[in-house]
């Protein structure tokens, strides 16, 4: 079966859908509001005249918050409707960025660039299979001494999920619809990996990165799962039993200089 073709095509689907939806509220976007989360914010820090590449990006909104404080950006994705929507987006708001189309793994193959700053955030894991290729691409794609930062979902929200918490070769493979409010109800078949932190901190160790941080966070900025309750000034949390649960982790790791 050939997962990536299944994966392009639902989210060549979604992207209309999102465009339009208030979940992503490009019409506040165009007037300019960011639409990156303290926690990125944080961790990430100054942009100003660095190269940064964003895989994963979907249609552009976190890309182009980057450029508007200062970011020379490159975003990646593999679908083609998104990236349409990216440079339209980009090319509306006389914004400079740089936009591809393609899967993270070809793009890693056929990349030559260093870029200062490595970032992808939310929901992108769960699409990969091979976390060992998506760590050499990211030490590839990093100047000696730049960064990388990866804000995700929690893997504990896989196991309370009912999927797996460590990585199977075989993905799950099932009908779905999208995340946003605006969802018709319209379903696509989506092929999705779980990963375990674990997994993830050693890919990225095992590509050579130096890993300086590493935390968990019991908000989400994001209404995403079952059984969240939203927390004024903090955002969404869960909690088992009285006890939050761990809803985000970030890590931020180093190419070697």
């Known amino acids: 079966m050939d997962y990536l073709s299944i994966n392009k095509a639902a989210w060549d689907k979604r992207t ?31 942009v100003q005249g660095k190269t940064l590449l964003h895989l994963q990006c979907h249609f552009g909104l976190d890309t182009l918050s980057w450029a508007r404080m200062g970011a020379k950006v490159t975003g990646v994705d593999l679908s083609a409707a998104a990236i349409d929507q990216a440079h339209a987006l980009a090319q509306s708001l006389e914004l400079e960025a740089a936009f591809v189309e393609s899967d993270i793994v070809s793009f890693g193959r056929e990349n030559t660039s260093e870029f200062d700053v490595v970032f992808t955030s939310y929901g992108v894991l769960t699409w990969l299979p091979d976390l060992a290729d998506w760590a050499r691409l990211i030490a590839r794609s990093l100047k000696p001494g730049g960064e990388f930062h990866l804000v995700e979902f929690h893997a504990i929200n896989d196991l309370l999920s009912g999927y797996p918490y460590f990585s199977t070769v075989e993905p799950a493979v099932e009908e779905e619809g999208t995340y946003t409010e605006n969802c018709d109800g319209a379903t696509s078949p989506t092929a999705t990996w779980s990963h375990s932190l674990g997994e993830v901190v050693s890919a990225l160790l095992g590509a050579g990165l130096v890993l300086e941080s590493f935390a968990e966070h019991p908000y989400s900025p994001y209404e995403c799962f079952d059984g969240l309750e939203y927390v004024p000034g903090c955002g969404y949390q869960m909690l088992l039993k009285g006890n939050q649960v761990p809803l985000l982790y970030s890590i931020k790791a180093r190419k070697p200089a």
């Not at 859908?17 to 976007?29: I, L, R």
């Open 16 to 46: 209309a859908v999102h465009v339009a939806s208030e979940f992503y509220d490009v019409a506040a976007f165009k007037k300019g509001k960011c639409s990156l989360n303290p926690v990125e914010l944080e961790q990430v820090g100054e």
